[in-house]
Antibody
Framework: QVDLQESGPGLVKPSQTLSLTCTVS??????????WSWIRQPAGKGLEWIGR???????NYNPSLKRRVTISVDTSKNQFSLKLTSVTAADTAVYYC????????????WGQGTPVTVSS | DIQMTQSPSSVSASVGDRVTITCRAS??????LAWYQQKAGRAPKLLIY???SVQSGVPSRFSGSGSGTDFTLTISSLQPEDFATYYC?????????FGQGTKLEI
């Protein structure tokens, strides 16, 4: 059973870069035709897809965030990462990593989520 | 972007009730739709994929239907553990987009 776990700083200053890592356990990030995704959720609000990466390095990003987002993968560590530059208070949210699966591209499983606050 | 609109935004129900949540896409997405359940403080959990396929381990009281632009999630007989927020998500195009959520309350 594959599990995902997010990690990274819980507090980031405005204008700085948010960096998070998702560690995949219980299976290889290389196995299967999966995409590895980041999704976020501001407190009390809905879900926003940030982007995804394939093990080859192919990425897709949400156009609303594309200028500021980089997703990368480190297969040797079974991890993938998110960098979001020039953060503001609007980037405060719980950040989830998830695996995108199957012909119809559903998200399963999800990590437990990590809260990130942007504040000075 | 494809907009996903859920209705109602919230619904009150009782244990044993049958509940239906609707999701409408702003354009045809065939059956490229998933449903998730999210409990407070927890990550979303996949319930339904490809509009009507129930994820392994999900109770049979959950079902999904629809294609094109109109979809429904039905819970046939509410159990106490079903009170949560439910989200639909289109999986057809980029960016992936979610409905605003439907909060199911006692």
């Amino acid at each position: 059973q594959v599990d995902l776990q997010e990690s990274g700083p819980g507090l980031v200053k405005p204008s700085q870069t948010l960096s998070l890592t998702c560690t995949v356990s219980g299976g290889s990030i290389n196995s299967g035709s999966y995409y590895w995704s980041w999704i976020r959720q501001p407190a009390g609000k809905g879900l926003e897809w940030i982007g995804r990466i394939y093990i080859s390095g192919i990425t897709n990003y949400n156009p609303s965030l594309k200028r500021r987002v980089t997703i990368s993968v480190d297969t040797s560590k079974n991890q993938f990462s998110l960098k979001l530059t020039s953060v503001t208070a609007a980037d405060t949210a719980v950040y989830y990593c998830a695996r995108e699966v199957g012909v119809y591209n559903w998200f399963d499983p999800w990590g437990q989520g990590t809260p990130v606050t942007v504040s000075s | 972007d494809i907009q996903m609109t859920q209705s109602p935004s919230s619904v009150s129900a009782s244990v044993g009730d049958r509940v239906t949540i609707t999701c409408r896409a702003s354009q045809d997405i065939s059956i490229w739709l998933a449903w998730y359940q999210q409990k407070a403080g927890r990550a979303p959990k996949l319930l339904i994929y490809a509009a009507s396929s129930v994820q392994s381990g999900v109770p049979s009281r959950f079902s999904g239907s629809g294609s094109g632009t109109d979809f429904t999630l039905t819970i046939s007989s509410l159990q106490p553990e079903d009170f949560a927020t439910y989200y639909c998500q289109q999986t057809n195009t980029f960016p992936r987009t979610f409905g605003q959520g439907t909060k199911l309350e006692i």
